[in-house]
């Protein structure tokens, strides 16, 4: 990974590159015979350096998400960013990465970014915008910022307090400052829980989903090998998240209870607590007792300020800080302080200028407040969004936000280590960052790069950072801290009616996704939907209410109603989870604009995401654009699991599930070269990162809800998922399984799809005529149809690898093990004379995955993490009994339950 | 050998044509071509035509077809580029066959066809019997009978056959 | 299925005017310039790499700096705007094939472009269908069987 | 006046009659879907197959169905032609061998239109014949779709040919006959010089007992292999050694239903009772019956050997819910239990009864390709890929238009070509 000063002779060659590419994606277009001078070639002005035509380079850089810093690696080529993986040197990614980490090099090239700054309703430039904001008359001056980490905006906003009346507004959509409240209650001061789950042995999660953090999900992993070590985990949620899918001990409950329940299990352990006896938390006690100091329990951000504070109780009555807990200051800058979006709306008449800066309040607040009149009513006001969203349509004037990878930001990890993102681009809109907005606000003409590097001592420490793509030593140092507490009795939830649960949606999040075609079209990890939400509930909830699937249902709460489809899912029963995001009213972002229902328009003034209210059936069905509408494994041994005590009696478990069957055709070859993958269902969360690796790395369309409901989604890669009847839920990720005798060779009647010598099933793209006997054919329906010309012509197409054919309309396709880097990889040895070294050959969803539940060598592979999956004894293959001797195997799950007395 | 010019007569029924057949070959004139509305075994007989050899020719055809069709499936994904596809082998009789035997089929067919064509010299669009008046019967219930030769005892002998009519075709009309 | 035979199909031989009179003759054999100096990725790369306008201007700076020969040239350094070659040896976009792996591999580069040296203006010398790749691949293997260089995924992914 | 030429003008001149009003009608209908199918294939080749309602897991629907379906009514065709020539079945098979001959070649290209209309890209299908290209890569043997094209390709030319070479006389009949001098050349054309001498007449009969006793191992061939392209899958349901014979039943099945869909109205609009007598139909009714438990002997077969196969896909398909279930009843009813009505001597004599029995068994037969194609993709191996289809208008235009291009080529050929083989009546005689 090398560093990249950027200097602006590299500027005017990257865009040059910009052309160059212009020029491939027209030749895509071109036929079969190519003619002399159908094309041109354009060579740079000036080579720049460290840059060699189609070579990949990597650098480091960051994204930001809830105020945290996520250290990446960026692949770029000829000046081009084209994906995104964890950086491994980074703690919040481990080397691991989320769908919405994988998705965001997508934004860098979305043409809905593309419509520019503008004033008073008619087009303006950033320049203009900011010579507006330097002449600002003297007066308050009202700021919205999402919660933020970095130095760089920190000192400037201290500046800028200097300078002048100043009002900053932390807007965050889901409210974190319940977990900062219940530790300062706690402690008398906001401090942040840092985890290191490798040494908790037994993981609690209270309505949180903890694995969706990779680094954390990473080390709990290392805890899930079956033996004596294997960690346990407890959840308990309204709804099952990926973490409840690995939870070896699982409840549903209302999000309401959860908080009843912490208390019975701090009064178990000691704490005086109004409380009610609960089973399930009698038994968690039981297994933390015997674990004391090596527990670890982690509350959602949802819970109320005191199921916080009880878990920060339990956790020092049972030592585990200083265990798998430590305690730190926060790495957010001053979380609890700031005023709220009330106070604004309160004041904005009175104020110089209201500037939101990377937040849609308008649509994220309570409808109470009517954002959108107090902007109107603020003589000056700025949206610096992603998009031309409700607030930019709100507010005088709206700048386009500039991108992580076109911009210089810093941020720190939860644990306080600080980095620095460097831009791979020179912005190609009209955009600014968050530190040009308040730079201009400071009459500061100083550019971002310079502000952000004044935060380092010297060149050597800057370089660094920017070469490794974190400050080494910079996470927050532990604090010793004593609980001092005396838990006030707390409101049990009260109210009649049924719980509606407001969730974020672990596919756009709070909503600032919902403009990313690959986000909107991901599978839910858990119900399969994509393109839009709904009523999910029980399926006893669904049969009081009389509704099944897709039949229309009306929630209402005090603050409003919201009609959406109902949707079965693993849900308690008497709770209604809709998830936040959708519904979003933005003519201007046609990916977002209607796409299912607006369930902020359910929340209270006080902006809780756990409310009561009423549901009811109303006229009407809805098509949801579901992936997977099957659970069960209908007597077919697909998804094998078992309770670790029995597994370990029974070593010979899948034995019947793996193995050559008799065959009347010759031996396969399996000398040399020879390429496979495992894959462990027992770590495998379903987060989904690597269904976003893959459409990253191999130009893979989105089709857009219709089709997907008439069952034509593109993903090569996808999760299913499997309730077993012994209630486990297995995700089983189900890439081409490479069979070594493949049904869907012998039917193709060109040879559009055969086996390679290293053991691949080649798809065969421009020999392809559509005949689909192949997909007929794949018992694993892993392949997918061009149906229409899918294959994007706008600006997105920049995102478009060009190592990988771009397919046409009537083809098949399919996942090839990332054969593009596998060839590369093969090139590289050969040129420098050599073998490809184990590990060399990496594919997306591998390196994506969090957990390391994808694994991908040769099958003469010795010790590594491949060839030890290969030999251990949970493998298995997937429909075995057919013979078809997939290369891509699996380890069956194996849960660890509490031995129940 | 059918004349191309000579003497034509129409018969009122097959019996009359038969019987005018044995007479004028009794006589050894010739050569005669007979036509009829429908196939008649008795005309061949009387003819004296042997059977007719198509059925070698479609033996021929099936044999080509065939093998020709084996030994194209053999060469192109058996030799020219034998990938491997679902792990069977290069060369596998048993699929060849099915395109071998719909291929034997084809060319047994198209090879019959052409031989008839060829053996009863069809596609002639226009034959000198055409020219004769009244001879578009012979597609209805005419029995016509076509003598290569004008000499008078011919024409003596045919007459006392009792045809309906008989008239001059070819070079002599 | 006749027409792709001839060579006219696969454009062998078509004359492309090119933005400078660029002459392989005079810079391979007169002034003995070897191919990579220019070239100067091919040997590692799948880009053989198209020399930069600064690359040219290396030498012509100095030499024909006034040349109307070379003017497009010091046009393209002056003002920034970058030269527009047009491409001689193309193959679709469906096909990857990489300079370095055959270079590596001990192919001349006149296997597939012919003898450049002798081209005033670079013509194209083989029509470069996937027969011509594939006959090369078969001849280097020594066989017909399908290996790691005749198989689909060597060159299309 | 000779028995011959009554024969000869009595049928010549009910088939030359003037096109009545009924003609005209049937015209105007099948014309308008003709232009219907050929609009919409347009609009599919132009946009993409993804204006059917295929997907994955169905990704074979409609125009397998229908290519299926007018491969199998070409059965009965060849079968009644070819087979029962060889039986000497003369008596009742020579009145309408060329109707069904006639139904044979129309039939086979409405199913040619599909293998390649549903390709992906149908401007490469040529890909599927081996002819030498510049690419070095063929077509693949083991395939069953190059089957198919052989086996098609193979089984129209064969047809035609029997079709032509049976008609030459009566073209030549025509031809002298004839009322202009225009009819005259064209059919002079078609007739290519007959004259019925001799060793035509000899050649003539080897001839065309050659090509019956080609076209007799065609009719079990052709749809053996089109089963093939399901026999050899290993999708639940298509996967079975039961499919040839059962294919072929049905194929046979659907054909005489479609006989008597057509030779019904023709011996009623051109008054040919005499000629296409009850016996005739009756015949057809039996051999409706017969073929009608092939196919029935095929559901038992299918469901029993899941059964006591007991493999875990089979099971759920053949025995779980019919995710097509009122497909799948339908065409029980159609093809199980309508068919038993012909039991009865008065129901086979009823042409009303035959008419609306045969268009029941077509209905059936084409749901039974349905509930075969879709329903085994629909619930393939692996639960987690289980999904759901629904046709689209275009689907349902193009199977339309088909009926209406067959019925079009039909009412032509009613116009100008002897649909009655006069010359084999008349030898019928002597």
Redesign the interface.
Known sequence: MTTSPLLPRHE?TRR?AL?LLAA?IA?????????????????????PPEH????IVRYTSLLVHGGFGYGIVVDTRDGRPIKIDGNPAHPATAGGSTPWMQARILDLYDPQRGRGARMAGSPATWSAIARRLRELPPGPVWLVLPPHSSPTLAHLLERLARQRELHVVTDAPLDHRARYRGAAAVYGEPLEQQLDLARADVLVALDADVLAQPAWARAAAARRAPGTRMSRIWACEPMQTPTGTLADEHLLVHAGEVAAIAAALAAELGLAVPHAPHAWARRLADDLRRHRGRAAIVVGDRQPPVVHALARWIDHALGNVGGPVTLTRPALVDPLAGETLADLAAAAPRAVAVIVVDANPVYTAPRALDLARALAAAPFSLHAGTYADQTALACFAHVPLAHELETWTDARARDGTLAVGQPLVRPRFDVASAIDVVAALLDDRGDARALVRERFVDDAAWTTALRTGAVAGSQAPAVAAAPHWTPEAFAAPTGGGIEIALAESPQIGDGRFAGNAWLQELPHPITKQTWGNAALMSPATALALGVSDEDLVELTTPAGTLVVPALIAPVAGGTITVELGHGQIVPEVPIADRIGGDAYALRGPDGSCILRGSAKKVRGTRRLART?????????E?APAAPVAHWLANPGLVAHLRGDQPSL??P?NRDGVQWAMMIDTSICTGCSACMVACQAENNIPTVGPV?VA???HMNWL?I???ERDDATVVN?P?PCQM?????????????A??????G?N?Q??????????C???C???V???????FEDTSSRALQYNP???VRS????EKC?YC??RI?RA??RA??E?RAIAPGEVVTACQAACPTGAIQFGQLAERDTAFARMRSDGRRFE??HE?GTRPRTQYLAKITNPKESK | MTPEAGLAAEYADEHALVAAIRALRARGIGPMEAYSPIPSHAIDKALGEPRSPLAIAAGIGAIAGAGGAYALQWLLVAYLYPVDTGGRPPHMPLPFTIITIEMGFLFAALATFVAFLVASRLVTLWHPMFEVPGFESATRDGWWLAVGTVDTTAEDVLRATEPLHVHRFGGWS | MLYIRLPYAGGVGDAVAQPVEFDHRHHVRDDGIDCVYCHDTVETEAFAGIPSTERCMGCHGQIWPDSPETAPLRASWRTGVPLRWRRINAVPAHVYFPHGVHIAAGEACRECHGAVEDMARVVRAHDLTMDFCLDCHRRRQGSRAVTRLTTCSACHR | MTALAQVHDDLFERMRARPGRHWWLAFGACGGATLLLFALIAYTIATGIGVWGTNIPAAWAFAIINFVFWIGIGHAGTFISAILYLLEQGRWRNPISRLTETMTVFAVIQAALFPVLHLGRPWFAYWLFPYPDVMGVWPQPRSALPWDAAAVSTYFTVSVLFWYVGMIPDLAALRDHAASPRARRLYALFAIGWRGDSRSWRHWKVTYLMLASIATPLVISVHSVVSSDFAIGVTPGWHSTLQPPYFVGGAIFSGFAMVLVLAIPVRFLYRLDHVITDHILDNCAKLLLATAWVVDYGYIVEHAGALWRGEPAERSLMLGHHPASVAFWTMIACNVVVPQVFWLRRARRSTLVLFVGSLLVLLGMWLERYVIIVQGLLRDQLPAAWGSYAPTLVDIGILAGTFGFFGLLFLVFLRFVPFVPVSELKEELA
């Open positions: 005017v040059d052309k491939g030749a895509l277009e071109a036929g079969c015979l190519s003619r002399a001078g159908d094309e041109d070639i354009v060579p740079y002005v000036a080579d060699r035509p189609g070579v997977q509408t099957t659970l069960g494994e209908h007597g077919r697909v055709l010759p396969q089709e008439r069952g034509r996808r299913d998922r499997y089983e189900m069979c070594e005798y493949a049904p869907c060779e012998y039917v193709c009647p060109v040879m799809t055969q086996h390679s010598p290293d691949l080649e065969v793209y421009n020999r392809c005529i559509g005949t689909r006997f997909s007929n054919n018992p694993y329906k392949r997918r149809f061009n149906w229409f010309g190592d990988v054919t309309r009537g083809v098949m090839t054969v593009q060839r093969e090139q050969l040129v004379k997937v429909l057919l």
